[in-house]
């Protein structure tokens, strides 16, 4: 009885393992994109491509003149370095203090691009994250230091690195 017992289990397991596998191959991948018919996949292949074929290059840097700060937000431009013809990205920190103690360190960051095809997808505002009105801002400074930007709000430090980003 215990062999039979083995051996029905083994046949189950062997039985199970072919049904998923018969799954698999059912699955009509006509309905999927591939890779190459995706836009972002097409240029991120490209990007990898350029970084890739010359290790140890800086890749991104900061725009030095580009950098704003209007309130608790600072703007800044990332350019990739190895060609000037990519079109920008648009980096954005956002400080807030903390709701339970009031103090500094939160940081949301957003990296985008600067003139999208189209809108890009953003988290809902209250869905996963708090919306920004009920969050408490922060003061924020900056201070150019030679080839970075520091950010203070409170007793935090930002350290921008412009080149390598």
Known sequence: PFQFCCIMGRLAQILLLAGLVCLAIAVDKSKFRT?????????????????????????????????????????????????KTVKPLLLELSFFRNDVDGKPGIIRTFITEEEPLHPRFRLTAGDVVRKEEELQKDTVSVKDVGGATEVYAGDCKVRLRHSPF
């Open 35 to 83: 890779c190459e018919q995706g836009s972002f996949c097409r240029r991120y292949r490209k990007y990898i491509g350029k970084v890739q074929s010359e290790p140890g290059t800086v890749v991104h840097s900061v725009e030095a003149s580009s950098i704003k700060l209007e309130g608790n937000k600072l703007q800044a431009k990332l350019r990739f370095a190895n060609d």
